[in-house]
Nanobody, 119 residues
Framework: QVQLVESGGGLVQPGGSLRLSCAAS????????MGWHRQAPGKQRELVAD???????NYAASVKGRFTISRDNAKNTAYLQMNSLKPEDTAVYYC?????????????WGQGTQVTVSS
């Protein structure tokens, strides 16, 4: 069974910073690409950033230069450092992991963590 544990969300003022973590676990599974999507009220879920197991990264244009994604493969954990936060970054942030089992691959979502940027 795969488990994703997300942490790091919260309330921050505009211009502030937060760091999200997503730790994946599960006996017999391998974890490939890891990343975050977000969903604001009334909007569709959108990609924020992702990172391959080899370290290649991909960012949404709206966060490029402000957010940095990284990972620790030994811990199966990805991190999203969010700087210069704006009110429009307010959303529920969901971790997404590409998981390889014994016979197939599948995407697994975390439970989501709320990020609120407000003064």
């Amino acid at each position: 069974q795969v488990q994703l544990v997300e942490s790091g969300g919260g309330l921050v003022q505009p211009g502030g910073s937060l760091r999200l973590s997503c730790a994946a676990s599960g006996s017999g599974f391998r974890f490939y690409a890891m990343g975050w999507h977000r969903q604001a009220p009334g909007k569709q879920r959108e990609l924020v950033a992702d990172i391959s197991s080899g370290g290649s990264t991909n960012y949404a244009a709206s966060v490029k230069g402000r957010f940095t994604i990284s990972r620790d493969n030994a811990k199966n954990t990805a991190y999203l450092q969010m700087n210069s936060l704006k009110p429009e970054d307010t959303a529920v942030y969901y971790c997404l992991v590409r998981v390889a089992g014994h016979v197939d691959e599948f995407d697994y979502w975390g439970q989501g963590t709320q990020v609120t940027v407000s003064s």
